[in-house]
């Protein structure tokens, strides 16, 4: 018999400190967890994605920002 074990993941799971979020959302999305926040420091492009793809995982996404950075950064994010 061949087992894969996966893990669960649920709750929420915040992607702080990496660059590329769009590139490692998606284990934790099959991982079952129920909401993921990105930063969006992370090259925008690359956090937009991730941020999609929460979405249309049906999954909470959430923007997060760094004290020093302008909020306006997130504002794109609030409109969903």
């Not at 649920?10 to 934790?28: H, K, M, Y």
């Not at 099959?30 to 992370?42: M, N, Q, R």
Request: hydrophobic share 40%; glycine share 12%.
């Amino acid at each position: 018999n061949n087992v894969t074990m996966r893990p669960r993941c649920p709750g929420g799971v915040t992607l702080g400190g990496v660059c590329d979020p769009d590139s490692i959302v998606g284990p934790f999305i099959d991982a079952g967890a129920d909401g993921i926040t990105v930063h969006a420091e992370a090259a925008v492009k690359n956090a937009r994605r991730a941020f999609d793809k929460v979405l249309a995982a049906g999954r909470r996404a959430g923007v997060a920002v760094n004290p020093e950075t302008p909020a306006a950064l997130a504002e794109p994010f609030l409109r969903e």
